[in-house]
Nanobody
Framework: QVQLVESGGGLVQAGGSLRLSCAAS????????MAWFRQAPAKEREFMAA????????YYADSVKGRFTISRDNAKSSVYLQMNGLKPEDTAVYYC??????????????????????WGQGTQVTVSS
């Protein structure tokens, strides 16, 4: 069984930066893709960024393109989300997700939470204005 544990959240002023980390235990090396989602109060869960082993492809939501960067260190079984230029609307709980299932359809549905089999407990990010 794989467990995902996020860290790195906190309180930051608008325009600041944070780096989230997600460490995977168990069969983490078998992960085909890992991603970050977020959920703000009274809002639905929202896709942020994803990284797959298929050619090292990365995917981003339009709202964070150019500000957030996802990276992965397979040796450490970890995925990271570097967040720059943070805005108050980025305030949310950020979740790490992963899937060991390699399939061609992932490139079409990476933004869908149903594509992921494992989830972390979340880390709070608060951006003050």
């Amino acid at each position: 069984q794989v467990q995902l544990v996020e860290s790195g959240g906190g309180l930051v002023q608008a325009g600041g930066s944070l780096r989230l980390s997600c460490a995977a235990s168990g069969r983490a090396s078998a992960m085909y893709a890992m991603a970050w989602f977020r959920q703000a109060p009274a809002k639905e869960r929202e896709f942020m960024a994803a990284h797959s082993w298929s050619g090292g492809s990365t995917y981003y939501a339009d709202s964070v393109k150019g500000r957030f960067t996802i990276s992965r260190d397979n040796a450490k079984s970890s995925v990271y989300l570097q967040m720059n230029g943070l805005k108050p609307e980025d305030t949310a709980v950020y979740y790490c997700a992963g899937t060991p299932r390699a399939r061609a359809s992932y490139s079409r549905y990476y933004f869908n939470g149903a594509e992921y089999d494992y989830w972390g407990q979340g880390t709070q990010v608060t951006v003050s204005s």
